[in-house]
């Protein structure tokens, strides 16, 4: 009986020895393979378990922002106060009530920190701030608002009160040439009729009467539907007309 074995038998054997070898790998690799199957579930499951952790935070953060801001706009009611009415809340003064509307922003900063909300809460906490004459106070909420959140129609708000605050501190030019400059190279990071309002406001605290007027010219001309365009008018008939034709310098 001859021992050769056919072409056929050989190939069987040496697929049966590759498999035998696939399943041995398989085996001494079992423990390393299931430990990063179970690494990778378990970075599913941490990454799945966060984004649910944030919207739920967010969400708390919206209902504190809420009831912040309903206490932040209540009716003043010095005869019958009702502070502590969570539905319709009323003050006995507007001091009262600012002060209960910073602890209330302020406690959603410290419970909330880093959600859109507890930003928010910085522009608000600004606000009181700057409605006390706390100015530099004022300063430092809006200028950590606006690291945070550069850009939008809060952002660019606040930048313009950051801008009156310069002003008032005796930085008018610096803000006057800022806001030329913006001009000049057609920024559009806040609105033109904006620029304008905020340059003729600046341009009156130096005493720059014509040229301010130029602006407000500019933001009747080209900006008729402004919310800025009525008080530009009334500042234009306050004054003669010869004083209105003085251009800008950009």
């Given amino acids: 009986m001859s021992h050769r074995l056919s072409r056929k038998e050989i190939k069987r054997d040496e697929f049966a020895e590759a498999v035998e070898r696939i399943f041995e790998t398989i085996r001494e690799q079992a423990p390393k393979l299931i430990a990063a199957g179970v690494a990778l579930l378990l970075v599913v499951a941490a990454v799945l378990g966060y984004r649910a952790y944030s919207a739920n935070r967010e969400a708390k953060a919206g209902v504190a922002l809420d009831g912040a801001l309903k206490l932040y706009s209540a009716p003043i009611d010095a005869e019958a106060a009702t502070p502590d009415d969570p539905e319709a809340p009323t003050f006995a003064s507007r001091e009262a009530r600012a002060e209960r509307a910073v602890s209330l922003f302020s406690q959603l900063r410290e419970d909330f920190g880093g959600t859109a909300s507890a930003d928010i809460a910085l522009a608000y906490l600004g606000r009181l701030a700057a409605d006390a004459g706390h100015f530099d106070e004022a300063r430092q909420h809006w200028q950590q608002f606006i690291d945070r959140v550069p850009d939008g129609l809060l952002s660019a708000s606040i930048r313009m009160d950051l801008m009156r605050l310069d002003i008032a501190d005796g930085r008018g030019e610096e803000v006057a040439s800022l806001l030329d400059e913006m001009l000049a190279s057609g920024d559009r990071s806040l609105p033109e009729d904006l620029i304008l309002y905020q340059l003729a406001s600046a341009r009156e605290t130096l005493g720059l009467d014509g040229e301010a007027m130029a602006a407000y010219q500019r933001i009747v ?23 209105t034709s003085v251009p800008l310098s950009f």
Avoid at 225 to 239: E, F, G, H, I
């Fill in 221 to 243: 001309d080209e900006h008729p539907s402004s919310p800025y365009s009525t008080v530009a008018r009334q500042k234009l008939a306050a004054l003669p007309a010869e004083d």
